[in-house]
């Protein structure tokens, strides 16, 4: 961050934060769907249950090691280990999502859920790092995770879905405010980022009547899969742009 940027700036922030986490209090809990197990395309190929929904996870495995790639093989990172524990995360979506869909149901929701969260803490704890300056990184990056591992557990054990909503919807809400608050190289790709996170989010909620436009191919939930890895692809960019320039001399 620029340090002559108005402090009001992040007292924005600070307050969308707040605002977000005191609305769950007001809020009456919310209990896990069981509809939401039941998706439009539940082929199976190959001996591959709900086939094309598992096999879509392949991009986030590939955008998570890319990433990872970045990460470890870059001589300075700002945020290192923000950046690395995001794309460990989106890792082990690709893994954890595979395997919800092999067979859904809430239990295996658990392991979808988990790294979705660990990976959507630490990249807002990543980001706000490169916006606001390193230290709210370290000072934010483990509280944040705990928060998202937290908001897994309470929903699984206690079936209210407030606290993992605050973890899913504040990031984006956060990130709006960043991009309209400041600038930085990073705002072309965070804002196409937030494009295909706004696909996947809509190609969710129309997975049956995109499966029927697309002549019973492929469903809005696999295209949500391949949406939300595009995004995921565009924090490899991000990363990469703060790379310094190779050495021309080896």
């Known amino acids: 961050m620029d340090k002559f940027e108005p402090r009001w700036k992040s007292y924005v922030l600070l307050g969308l934060a707040i605002a977000s986490t005191l609305a769950l209090f007001f809020m009456k809990p919310i209990p896990q769907p069981q509809d ?24 986030f495995l590939l955008a998570g090691g890319l990433g990872l790639q970045s990460c470890l ?33 809430d239990q295996s929701l658990v392991w979808d859920r988990l790294p979705m969260t660990i990976a959507f803490m630490a990249f807002l704890s990543a980001l706000l790092g490169e916006f606001l300056g390193s230290r709210i990184t370290r000072v934010l990056l483990l509280p944040l995770i705990l ?50 996170y706004i696909g996947a989010k809509l190609a969710e909620e129309f997975d049956g ?30 990363v990469r742009k703060m790379l310094p320039p190779p050495s021309l001399h080896a």
């Open 36 to 59: 939401y197990h039941h998706f439009a395309d539940d082929r199976t190929l190959g001996g591959i249950p709900n086939a094309l929904n598992v096999l879509s996870n392949l991009f």
């Open 73 to 105: 093989g870059a001589r300075t990172l700002s945020n290192r280990a923000a950046w690395t524990i995001t794309f460990i995360g989106i890792t082990l979506v690709g893994l954890g999502s595979a395997y919800y869909h092999w067979s859904p149901n």
């Open 147 to 196: 928060a998202g591992i937290s908001s897994v557990i309470i929903w699984h054990v206690a079936d209210d879905l407030r606290m993992y909503a605050w973890v899913v919807f504040m990031p984006l809400i956060l990130i709006i405010a960043l991009l309209g608050l400041y600038r930085s190289p990073l705002r072309q790709p965070l804002f196409l980022m937030l494009l295909f």
């Open 209 to 238: 009547n995109l499966f029927s436009m697309f002549g019973m191919i492929v469903s809005g939930h696999s295209l949500k899969h391949v949406l939300a890895a595009g995004a995921c692809f565009w924090m490899v960019v991000m």
